[in-house]
């Protein structure tokens, strides 16, 4: 059976419309339930038969969930949420993109990370989890500029050395490669076709 947004087995457990987005929101308990109930001006619905324990909440979600959502339907992402925080109902918007960059626990934890590219322009990426005290994962680099490895590559790989830029260099890597394997294109092709074309060839390096 299909749940969508709910948590099976939890009531009130929900993601509920507010007048410019979701809000998500976990009262489950009987404790946090009678917190909800009494923030929404509502305390009755903690003697109500439908809902006045966890298991009878289950199996009247439909109905709480409507009362719930006429409620917070008559606010907005940031009032409902600072006054169910305030009221200790866990809540929390559901972050974009923006609010994840905004957001000062984020920044406190060390979520995101900036890391330099291959041109030394700062790239902006998750940064390493879990954070071990002792052996604390780094991000060395970003990812290197295309080609920055292919001779090193090539070197490891099939032992062939020299320089895989030919306009920058005296001695291409073709003349490296046995006579037959000097095709006129051979130094214009992508690293992984050079490779592709090279290893095929090993037993001419021995």
């Known amino acids: 059976m299909r749940a969508g947004s709910r948590l099976p087995g939890s009531t009130p457990h929900n993601l509920y419309a507010v007048q410019d987005g979701n809000i998500a929101m976990a009262a489950t308990s009987d404790s946090v339930f009678h917190r909800l109930a009494a923030v929404m001006k509502q305390p009755q619905l903690g003697e109500d038969p439908r809902f006045t324990t966890g298991l009878a909440r289950v199996r009247s979600q439909d109905a709480l969930d409507e009362v719930i959502s006429a409620w917070t339907r008559t606010f907005t992402l940031s009032e409902l949420e600072g006054l169910l925080q305030s009221s200790d109902v866990p809540a929390s918007r559901i972050f974009t993109i923006a609010d994840i960059f905004n957001d000062p626990h984020y920044a406190a934890r060390g979520t995101i990370a900036h890391v330099p590219d291959g041109d030394g322009e700062p790239i902006t ?8 005290s002792d052996t604390p994962a780094m991000i060395h680099h970003a990812g290197r500029s295309i080609g920055a490895d292919t001779t090193a590559v090539l070197r490891e790989l099939v032992g062939i050395g020299g320089c895989m830029r030919p ?6 890597v073709g003349r490296h490669l046995p006579q037959h394997s000097q095709e006129p294109n051979n130094l214009i092709l992508s690293p992984y ?8 060839r090993l037993s001419d390096l021995q």
Do not use: G, K, Y
């Open 167 to 172: 306009a920058s260099c005296s001695t291409p």
């Open 125 to 132: 990426m998750p940064a390493p989890v879990p954070w071990l």
């Open 193 to 200: 076709e050079r490779l592709r074309h090279f290893l095929p």
